[in-house]
């Protein structure tokens, strides 16, 4: 069974710094691994994902995650953030050829000040 | 694009009654999940479909139960309703063309009294 870790529960940042949130997975086998991306009352959006190839993944509003298999990790990036990046975001994982259910960290509620 | 539809958005139950979810996949989805999301903790997984069978099973009480029809839309069915009941449940869906990437609806809040 895979679990995930997200270390910090709560990250604040002030505008335009930056910010790195990590993930940490436990896996037997090879996973699929995925950020997520929750804002208050609404559901979850995938934010990037790394199935295969290239390790460092790229989201269309600057978000990066590089996976690192030596250190378990998917930590998530950003050089500038915005006060619109406010949400809680989840690190999740998910199997390779065991079913596609996703086990999601605790969340890391990135709180961005002005 | 279409999305992936929940109904009902809200629902309101007391304790011990019956409620029903449902979800609608994104058109040409074969594949739907259901997560439970209470307050302040990250998803859990509860059960998944694909091909109107059932795939997969996680945390799910015996309480409830699901399925999947012939139109691929799940119904998530949850009976003698206790207040821990009181979560987010996300309904996602995917299919092979997809990578089986999971796509998420916006999920229906039931709150117990």
């Known amino acids: 069974a895979q679990s995930v870790t997200q270390l910090d529960s709560q990250v604040p940042v002030f505008e335009e710094a930056p910010v790195e949130l990590r993930c940490n997975y436990s896996?037997?086998?090879?996973?699929?691994l995925f950020w997520y991306v929750q804002y208050p009352n609404q559901g979850l959006q995938l934010l990037l994902k790394?199935?295969?190839?290239?390790?460092l993944v790229e989201s269309i509003n600057g978000f990066e995650a590089e996976f690192n298999k030596s250190q378990t990790s998917f930590h998530l990036r950003k050089p500038s953030v915005h006060i619109s990046d406010t949400a809680e975001y989840f690190c999740?994982?998910?199997?390779?050829?065991?079913?596609?259910?996703?086990?999601f960290g605790g969340g890391t509620r990135l709180m961005v000040k002005p | 694009a279409a999305g992936v539809i929940q109904s009902p958005r809200h629902l309101i139950k007391e304790k011990r009654e019956t409620a029903t979810l449902k979800c609608y996949p994104i058109?040409?989805?074969?594949?739907v999940y259901w997560y439970q999301q209470g307050p302040g903790q990250d998803p859990q997984f509860l059960i998944s479909?694909?091909?109107?069978?059932?795939?997969d099973k996680g945390s799910i009480p015996d309480r409830f139960s699901a399925q999947q029809f012939s139109d691929y839309h799940s119904e998530l069915n949850m009976s003698s309703l206790e207040l821990g009941d009181s979560a987010l449940y996300f309904c996602?869906?995917?299919?092979?063309?997809?990578?089986?990437?999971?796509?998420f609806g916006p999920g229906t809040r039931l709150t117990v009294l």
């Open positions: 896996s037997s086998v090879s996973v699929y």
């Open positions: 999740a994982v998910s199997e390779r050829n065991a079913g596609n259910m996703l086990t």
């Open positions: 790394y199935l295969s190839g290239s390790t």
């Open positions: 996602a869906s995917s299919s092979w063309t997809s990578n089986n990437e999971q796509f």
């Open positions: 058109p040409r989805h074969d594949t």
């Open positions: 479909f694909y091909e109107k069978m059932q795939s």
